[in-house]
C-alpha cells in the first residue's frame, strides 16, 4: 500500500485539506484527510508538498499529438501520445476518428480497439501513458454545410447498418459519436447508439431548435464542441447552440484555446451549462506538442503556425492540452481550480459512462494528478504507479 499525502485534494466535488489518499493494487482504498485519520504504519509515503491532488484528467475528444495522427498510429506511435498525454495530466482519453474513406476508417477503428482491449487487459506496469478507454466517432454522419474541414466527399448519411459496420469493426468499443441530428435517417441511429450505451453527441451539424429536441427525445445528451461547426445562434431560430445552452438533460464541451472561441464565449457557455454540464476537450490533432509546421489529421494534411491549425483556411482541431484548457477556464470565465478541473474530470468522466474514474474515493482508479496551485502539472500517476523521478523527490 502507499499512502499519497499533499496540501490539498479535490475530489473533485469537496476540497480535502491535508488528504490522505491510500492506494492498494490501482484503486484507491481510502481518501480521507490527515486532519482525523493517522497515515497508517508502515506504508510508503509519497508526500507531494504543497501541491493539489486531483482527478487524472479524461479527454473524450483528442485526434493525436506528438507527431502521430490517432487514425494512422500503429501501437509505438499511440504510445508516443499516450506519453505526452500524460505529461499534461490526462490518465484517460477516447481516441477520435475523423471523416475518412471507409476501409481507412474500419481499419484505424480495429487499430484503436485493440489498443484499448490490450490496455484493459494488462495488469503490468502502464508506465507513464494515459490509457485508451474507447473510441470517438467523429464523422461520418454529419453536415456537409457544418463539416469544418472533414472531407465532403467521405461524409454518408446515417443508416442502421453503416453503423452497425462501423461498431462490428470497432468491436464494440465506440463510446461517443458525434452526429448532425438533421440529416435524414439521424433519428433511428441516434436512439440505437444510445441503447447501445453510446454516448450521441450532437455536432457539426446545421440543425434548428426542433430537430436538436427531437434528437434528445431520441436519446443524444451531449453537444460536440460547442459553437464550433454548429448553426450560429439566431435570437428568432436559436438552433442547435439555442439548445445546448437551454436544455439541462444535455453536457456539451468546448474548444478553450482562445482561438476557437472568444474568451467571452466561454465565459456565456459556462454561465449556462455551469459546473455539472460543461466539459473540456481539446480536439487536439498530430501537431500537439510538435513545432509549427505541416501535419496530418486522417486523410489529410494541417498547417500549423503560432498555435493556429488550418486546412483550406479553415480551422483543423487544435494543439492546445487539456491543463492548458482548465487554466485558461480559470483565466477566461474567472472560475476557481476545483470548478475548473471538474471540467476535465468527473464531467467528461460521467458523460462518457465511467463509473470509476474521474473522482478520488474510495473504489476509483488510482489515476491523479498533480497540481500546483495555479493549475500547473507537477506530476501525473496511472494506476498509483511511482515513477523513479517522482520517488527521488
Ligand atoms: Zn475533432
Known amino acids: 500500500m502507499i499512502a499519497f499525502t499533499a496540501n490539498c485534494l479535490f475530489t473533485p466535488l469537496d476540497r480535502v485539506e491535508q488528504p490522505l489518499l491510500l492506494v492498494e493494487d490501482h484503486v484507491i482504498v481510502e481518501a480521507s484527510s490527515r486532519v482525523e485519520r493517522q497515515i497508517p504504519p508502515g506504508v510508503r509515503v509519497v508526500d507531494f508538498g504543497d501541491a493539489i491532488l486531483a482527478p487524472g484528467f479524461v479527454e473524450m475528444h483528442i485526434h493525436g499529438g506528438a507527431g502521430h495522427d490517432v487514425m494512422n498510429a500503429d501501437p509505438s506511435d499511440l504510445a508516443a501520445v499516450e506519453r505526452l498525454l500524460f505529461k499534461h495530466g490526462v490518465t484517460g482519453y477516447f481516441p477520435t476518428t475523423v471523416t475518412a474513406p471507409l476501409d481507412q476508417t474500419w481499419s484505424a477503428l480495429d487499430r484503436l480497439a485493440n489498443a484499448i482491449e490490450r490496455a484493459a487487459a494488462d495488469n503490468s506496469s502502464r508506465g507513464e501513458r494515459a490509457q485508451p478507454l474507447g473510441i470517438h466517432l467523429e464523422g461520418p454522419f454529419i453536415s456537409h454545410v457544418r463539416r469544418g474541414v472533414h472531407p465532403p466527399e467521405n461524409i454518408m448519411l446515417p443508416t442502421l447498418s453503416a453503423f452497425d459496420r462501423f461498431w462490428e469493426a470497432a468491436r ?222
Open 172 to 393: 464494440g468499443q465506440i463510446r461517443v459519436m458525434t452526429i448532425a441530428p438533421e440529416l435524414e435517417g439521424a433519428r433511428e441511429v441516434i436512439a440505437e447508439a444510445a441503447r447501445r450505451g453510446v454516448c450521441v453527441s450532437l455536432g457539426h451539424s446545421d440543425a434548428d431548435l426542433s430537430s436538436a429536441r427531437a434528437a434528445v427525445a431520441a436519446g443524444a445528451r451531449h453537444a460536440t464542441h460547442g459553437f464550433n461547426a454548429m448553426r450560429p445562434l439566431d435570437h428568432r431560430e436559436p438552433g442547435i447552440v439555442g439548445e445546448m445552452l437551454t436544455d439541462s438533460r444535455l453536457s456539451a464541451d468546448i474548444i478553450a484555446d482562445g482561438i476557437h472561441l472568444d474568451p467571452a464565449i466561454v465565459e456565456l457557455f459556462l454561465k449556462a451549462k455551469g459546473v455539472d454540464a460543461a466539459v473540456l476537450i481539446t480536439d487536439a490533432i498530430s501537431a500537439t506538442g510538435m513545432p509549427d509546421g505541416r501535419y496530418r489529421l486522417g486523410s489529410f494534411e494541417v498547417e500549423v503556425k503560432n498555435g493556429r491549425c488550418l486546412a483550406g483556411g479553415k480551422l483543423a482541431g487544435s494543439v492546445l492540452t487539456m491543463d492548458r484548457a482548465v487554466r485558461n477556464v480559470m483565466q477566461f470565465a474567472h472560475w476557481d481550480l476545483q470548478h475548473a478541473v471538474r471540467l476535465a474530470t468527473l464531467n467528461p468522466a460521467r458523460v462518457t459512462g465511467l463509473a470509476n474514474r474521474g473522482k478520488l474515493e474510495a473504489g476509483a482508479e488510482a489515476d491523479f494528478v498533480v497540481l500546483s496551485p495555479t493549475g500547473e502539472v507537477r506530476n501525473t500517476i496511472v494506476r498509483g504507479e511511482v515513477s523513479e523521478a517522482v520517488s527521488r523527490n
